[in-house]
Structure formats: structure tokens, C-alpha cells
């Protein structure tokens, strides 16, 4: 069977923050060949939004059996002008258990921050910044993060957005 080309589909999935600015997108790449479309890979599935001209890109959440940690990346990009000092407090996520699980550090780009220490970086345009937290105490029993809320903040402290993402498939190695 030969696969004529790919396509992205993307399926819009409609929510609004009190901003009405807020996006979710969901993505999977489809080998298509004649009438027949075929998943590549459910993990390529990824969740995006955008608040206030910033794109927060899911990239993975993965699992680390042995020392019992998830460590949940997303892209920051900001598409307004520079924005500085941005800085997240992600303090935790719920699972589909309602069990919560405490973030004990972050990751902007090369800096790493302890929890309650906060970490500021540049959001240069359309340059993104790689996050990284980390969760401890998590089972392998624990598949699924239904609620990862992350708030944003300006140079002045005051919260200048918030995003969540929802029912992020936790993969364990």
C-alpha cells in the first residue's frame, strides 16, 4: 500500500478564557491514500493555545517509573512584542482520580528553580522557550493529567493570563 501524502488534520475545539482569547487545538498527522485516512501515531496528538499573543504548546508528558516523576514540557512563544520578565507558577495538576500532585521545580531554557523560587525569563518574538516541570510522588498508576492550570504572570507580579490544559496522556518509561 503506498501513502500518497500526509495531512495535518487539525480539529478545533471550542474554549474561551474571560479574555475570549484562549484556543485549543488538537492535532493528528493521517497517512491518506484513495478514500482511506490511517493514524500514524496517536502520540503525535498535542494540545496548543494562545492567550494575549502567547502560543503554550504542549509537547510531552512523560513518566519516570523508577524515581516516580512526570516531567511536563511546553513550548512558550510569543508572537506580541518582547515581553520580560514573563514567569509561570504552575504549582500543581489533578488527575482523573481528582488526586492532586505538587510541581517541586521548573525548567525555563537553561535556568531551574526549586519550589517557591521563581523563575524569570524574555519572551523574545516568535522565539520559543522551552518549560519544563517537574511532579513528584506520581505512581505509574497515574496515566492521565486531567487538569494542568498555568497562570502566568508580568514584571509587576500581577497575573496577565492563564491557560489550562486538559487530559494530557502521561507516557511512563
Known amino acids: 500500500m503506498k501513502i500518497s501524502f500526509l495531512v495535518l488534520v487539525l480539529a478545533l475545539l471550542g ?3 474571560s479574555y475570549g482569547q484562549k484556543k485549543v487545538i488538537k492535532a493528528k498527522r493521517v497517512a491518506v491514500t484513495g478514500n482511506t485516512s490511517v493514524a500514524l501515531d496517536e502520540s503525535l496528538v498535542g494540545q496548543m493555545q494562545t492567550d494575549k499573543n502567547i502560543n503554550f504548546k504542549l509537547v510531552s508528558a512523560v513518566g519516570n517509573k523508577t524515581n516516580q516523576t512526570v516531567a511536563v514540557t511546553i513550548l512558550v512563544t510569543n508572537k506580541g512584542p518582547n515581553f520580560d520578565n514573563y514567569n509561570t507558577q504552575v504549582s500543581e495538576f489533578i488527575n482523573d482520580k481528582g488526586e492532586t500532585f505538587s510541581c517541586e521545580s521548573a525548567v525555563f531554557g537553561k535556568n531551574e528553580s526549586r519550589r517557591g523560587l521563581t523563575l524569570f525569563a524574555t519572551l523574545y518574538t ?11 510522588g506520581v505512581l505509574p498508576s497515574v496515566t492521565k493529567i486531567k ?3 498555568l497562570p502566568y504572570f508580568d514584571r509587576f507580579g500581577g497575573q496577565a493570563g492563564k491557560v489550562e490544559f486538559r487530559d494530557i496522556t502521561i507516557k511512563w518509561r
Open 15 to 17: 474554549a474561551t478564557t
Open 126 to 136: 516568535d522565539v520559543p522557550l522551552k518549560t519544563v516541570y517537574f511532579f513528584k
Open 147 to 149: 487538569l494542568l492550570p
